[in-house]
């Protein structure tokens, strides 16, 4: 969960290092350091508690040499508190020549450190990490040799790591190993970057390369070199950063997630591009580790995701259903390998995941594989593990995102989720191919909706304002609105930090509706009333046996819903589409409602307490 930047070069290293550590700092922001050698071979390291900004006012006070190689780290506490002494990076050996980052957990780290306590070794923090900067250390003092200390340490550590060394008497190397957490390499022009992912150094270069499993990198600014932990050198496929440094940043608006909320147009779009037919029909080509016999032998399909990931997970769900009849299940990665569950070689694993770093997802896919099932990732982030380990892959195109609350992301993984499911459909012939091309024409239509949902959410803004005093609020809704009415409250304990709780409305006279009295905010999800099916009469009920108790009812409801006007206060109208198409829509609303409302309490949207944007570690 921790960002990490590694560089070495003619730059100015502490430029490189904060410029990096600025574009990852939502990676995790309990605090933030960097170490660099000198020119004259001295390392010299700086850290500090709290956001990035209190390093670099440390660093203003006690400047740093100039430097032409370097590390830095920002952190999301696990062992031990956010403090001065807990930040990285770590120094190692009692000359205290090494300096070391860590992104991860490392399990055994306590048999370990009584290994060195009974040694003689003094610690200077409660971090696992220090415990192999010490290990390192001393192995280097044995033997001399740099690589070969930092892959004796590396090969005893049981977890999930991305290390990052330098030492001073290596002035022109820095180390780096992966096991179960990112790491990038980027390539420059007599210079060379590492970072947790490519936000570190896309400022400097687009290409990229993403280290494997168990590999070392040893990097120098003409050479990159890289190994398996057991010595063999290896190779890997370079990649082009398809953004910017641009689009990692807020380009003039009030923060990450208001420009992101904005972006979902774009996203949308992009996550179609040369995907959906101007006829409606969907190509893709991407997806060819599965073919046309695998699809038609599936016997049922499992989304494996987290947080608002497993919300996609379920939208798409009602449409992979209804298209291709395939039944599909959806599972919280981290649950699912723990109970046992019945996978076969007719079994499609859906690993749905924005960095395609999430620990728990990544584990899942792992044990799925092993069992036979083949795995699809739906993902935002090039050269990811999850993409790499997944026999398909179809990514997101989202661009960046920056904020903790996840949004375009989400409304691209549902999009890439309907995809899915009009392609497998496709090629199966369970139901017509007209009507699969009508739901095409209509996804198409989607972008432009999108944008007219942004341009009108002002009512959605001024209502989250109003509503700053709120303790609680709850969601209702039905079909694909009940996902949707879930990934709303979420959105509000994220951002707000108050109770909000997403039901199925069908189960408000089950319990839930117990919760209800005057004045409580409740935002329903209300579907549309043109399907012959439509829900819309019974949620029109819901409305009224909770307005009958007091409750302040905020809806969303799809232009043209002349009734729903008479049941609710406030109603925020999203343009007409397919029915299970509509999350794309009625999502946005909440997005801006939970964004005012924690704006309004004088809130960090960006960056809210205890959360980090990637979970590396389970």
């Not at 979902?264 to 060819?288: F, H, K, W, Y």
Request: hydrophobic fraction near 45%; aromatic fraction near 6%.
């Amino acid at each position: 969960m921790c960002g990490i930047v590694g560089y070495v070069g003619p730059k100015s290293t502490l430029d490189v290092l904060i410029g990096g550590l600025r574009r990852l700092e939502y990676r995790g922001y309990d605090s933030a350091g960097v170490s660099v050698i000198s020119p004259t071979g001295h390392l010299e390291t700086r850290k500090k508690a709290g956001k990035l900004v209190n390093l670099v006012a440390e660093i203003e006070e006690h400047p740093l040499p100039a430097a032409h190689i370097g590390i830095g780290h920002t952190r999301w506490a696990t062992h031990g508190a956010p403090t001065d002494g807990n930040a990285h990076p770590h120094l190692g050996g009692q000359t205290q020549k090494l300096s070391l980052i860590h992104n991860g957990i490392i399990e055994n780290f306590a048999e370990l450190k009584a290994e060195l306590l009974a040694e003689g070794t003094s610690f200077a923090s409660e971090t696992d990490s220090e415990v192999a900067a010490h290990l390192i250390a001393r192995e280097f003092e044995k033997t001399g040799d740099l690589p070969s200390a930092f892959a004796s340490v590396v090969v005893r550590l049981h977890g999930a790591f991305t290390i990052l060394v330098i030492h001073e008497d290596q002035p022109d190397v820095v180390l780096a190993a992966r096991r179960n957490a990112p790491l990038v390499i980027g390539l420059g022009d007599g210079e060379n970057f590492l970072g947790s992912d490519v936000a570190a150094f896309v400022e400097h270069t687009k290409r990229a390369i993403s280290v494997g499993q168990d590999e070392i990198v040893i990097l120098r600014a003409d050479s990159v070199e890289v190994r398996t932990f057991d010595g063999k050198t290896v190779t890997h496929e370079e990649f082009t950063v398809d953004w910017d440094a641009s689009a990692a940043s807020k380009g003039g608006w009030s923060s990450f997630m208001a420009k992101e909320i904005a972006d979902q147009p774009q996203a949308v779009a992009d996550t179609l591009m040369g995907r959906l037919n101007s006829d409606g029909s969907v190509r893709l080509a991407e997806i060819d580790g599965l073919s046309h016999e695998d699809i038609k032998n599936l016997e049922r399909i499992i989304i494996v995701a987290c947080g608002t990931a497993s919300y996609a997970g379920d939208i798409a769900k009602y449409g992979i259903e209804k298209w291709s009849r395939i039944p599909v299940q959806v599972e919280l990665s981290h649950e699912f390998r723990y109970r046992d569950p019945i996978i076969n070689k007719n079994t499609l694993i859906v690993a749905i995941s924005q960095s395609g770093e999430t620990m728990d997802t990544l584990m899942a896919i792992r044990y799925a594989k092993e069992l036979g099932a083949k795995v699809l990732a739906i993902c935002n982030t090039q050269g990811a593990t999850l993409a790499r380990e997944s026999d398909a892959v179809i990514y997101t195109h989202a661009g960046p995102e920056v904020a903790v609350a996840s949004t375009k992301a989400l409304t691209a993984q549902i999009t890439a989720g309907f995809l899915l499911g009009l392609f497998l459909a496709s090629i199966r012939g369970a139901v017509p191919a007209a009507e699969l091309q009508r739901v095409g024409l209509d996804l198409l239509k989607m972008p432009g909706r999108v944008s007219h949902v942004i341009e009108g959410l002002k009512q959605a803004e001024r209502l989250g304002a109003e509503m700053a005093n709120a303790k609680s609020v709850l969601f209702l809704g039905r079909n694909v609105g009940f996902p949707v009415a879930m990934e709303g409250a979420l959105k509000l304990k994220e951002l707000a930090y108050i109770h909000a709780e997403g039901f199925a409305a069908g189960e408000l006279k089950h319990g839930p509706i117990a919760l209800i009295e005057e004045g409580q905010p409740v935002i329903v999800i209300v579907p549309s009333p043109r399907d012959e099916d439509s829900l819309h009469p019974k949620v029109i009920s819901n409305i009224q046996e909770i307005r009958a108790r007091g409750a302040k009812v905020i809806a969303i409801a799809e232009e043209g819903d002349n009734q729903v006007s008479s049941y609710a206060e406030n109603v925020i109208f999203v343009p007409e589409c397919e029915t299970l198409l509509a999350p794309i829509l009625t999502v946005i609303p909440l997005q801006a409602f939970a964004l005012a409302l924690s704006t309004a309490k004088g809130l960090d949207v960006d960056q809210p307490r205890n959360l980090a944007k990637s979970v590396t570690v389970e």
